[in-house]
């Protein structure tokens, strides 16, 4: 079955510290990969996306993510992180056609 | 780059009442729109796949009487809940766009009391 697993609901960071947040999928088909961003009340936005080519992909506010085949990952990574990125971070697969599947959600916490 | 409009941003109804939601693509035309659902601390869930000029596609579970979509022109969607009832309190978020880039509306927040 495809579906798309971010396991850790809620991740505690320090302020200025690396954070990485998990997303593994399961899928027989070429999948297109995207992390997105909520901030309370809001909307999503794109943070980054893999479709193909390289497989560390670069996106907004900092933000990087590396897309593993064998591993059946795509980990969102922080090298510092800052209090306004506390938010909910979605990760999200497209199995090739035009709908896109969630994951659960991470909520990421700053800590001063 | 795509803006998506959502409105309203925020609506308190009452039971048994109707609520339209809009989407509107601001500067690009869209002929598919998604609609989605978000329990609170919960994920997203697709509700149903806008087609401009057609029915629209729903997911399995959702109650399409229910959940009315039209997508009458190709910059507008709308969800209109019918007979609504305090379990569909909910945060509905359209989104629209060219395939794998799609843009996603502010969301609405609806309260049925």
């Known amino acids: 079955a495809q579906s798309v697993t971010q396991l850790d609901s809620q991740v505690p960071v320090f302020e200025e510290a690396p954070v990485e947040l998990r997303c593994n999928y399961s899928?027989?088909?070429?999948?297109?990969l995207f992390w997105y961003v909520q901030y309370p009340n809001q909307g999503l936005q794109l943070l980054l996306k893999?479709?193909?080519?390289?497989?560390l992909v670069k996106g907004i506010n900092g933000f990087e993510a590396e897309f593993n085949k064998s591993q059946t990952s795509f980990h969102l990574r922080k090298p510092s992180v800052h209090i306004s990125d506390t938010a909910e971070y979605f990760c999200a697969v497209s199995f090739g056609d035009d709908k896109i599947i969630f994951g659960k959600g991470t909520r990421l916490h700053i800590l001063p | 780059g795509a803006v998506v409009s959502q409105h309203p941003s925020w609506v308190i109804c009452k039971s048994g009442t109707s609520v339209k939601i809009e989407c509107r693509s601001l500067?690009?035309?869209?002929?598919?729109m998604f609609w989605y659902r978000q329990f609170p601390k919960q994920s997203l869930m697709l509700m149903a796949t806008s087609n401009e000029g057609s029915k629209a596609t729903y997911e399995q579970g959702v109650e399409k009487d229910k959940f009315l979509i039209n997508h009458a022109s190709l910059t507008l969607s709308t969800l209109t809940v019918t007979s609504a009832h305090p379990e569909d309190s909910s945060f509905y978020i359209c989104s629209a766009g060219q395939t794998l880039s799609y843009t996603f509306g502010s969301g609405t927040r609806l309260t049925v009391v």
């Open positions: 500067d690009f035309q869209a002929t598919t």
């Open positions: 893999y479709l193909s080519g390289s497989t």
């Open positions: 899928s027989s088909v070429s999948v297109y």
